[in-house]
Nanobody
Framework: VQLVESGGGSVQVGGSLRLSCVAS????????MGWFRQIPDKEREGVAA??????VYADSVKGRFAISRDDAENTLHLQMYSLLPEDTAMYFC???????WGPGTQVTVS
C-alpha cells in the first residue's frame, strides 16, 4: 500500500485544516487506518484511528478533530478544527496499524 498525504499548511490559532491521505496499490477497506503526528526529537504519537468498529482519538484532540474514511475512493481524512500551537507537527497517515506509512504533511499553527 502506498500512501500520500495532503492538506497540510500554515494556519492561525483557532483555524481549521482538512488532511487527506490517498492510498494506492491495494484497497484500504480491510485495514485499520490512522493519523499520527511527530515533532522533532519527539516520538511519533497517535492522533486518531478508524476501523470497522468505529474511531478513537487522542485525548488532546477529542472534540476538535474528526477522522473519516471513504473506502470507495481509497481515501482517509482528518478534519481539524480549533487548531492550537501544540498541534504543530508533521502528520502521517498509516494503514494496517503501523505497517504502511505516508511521507507526511506539515501542519503549522501560529
Amino acid at each position: 500500500v502506498q500512501l500520500v498525504e495532503s492538506g497540510g499548511g500554515s494556519v492561525q490559532v483557532g483555524g481549521s485544516l482538512r488532511l487527506s491521505c490517498v492510498a494506492s496499490g491495494e484497497t484500504i477497506g480491510r485495514y485499520c487506518m490512522g493519523w499520527f503526528r511527530q515533532i522533532p526529537d519527539k516520538e511519533r504519537e497517535g492522533v486518531a484511528a478508524i476501523d470497522m468498529f468505529g474511531s478513537v482519538y487522542a485525548d488532546s484532540v477529542k472534540g476538535r478533530f474528526a477522522i473519516s474514511r471513504d473506502d470507495a475512493e481509497n481515501t482517509l481524512h482528518l478534519q481539524m478544527y480549533s487548531l492550537l500551537p501544540e498541534d504543530t507537527a508533521m502528520y502521517f497517515c498509516a494503514a494496517g496499524g503501523r505497517k504502511y506509512w505516508g511521507p507526511g504533511t506539515q501542519v503549522t499553527v501560529s
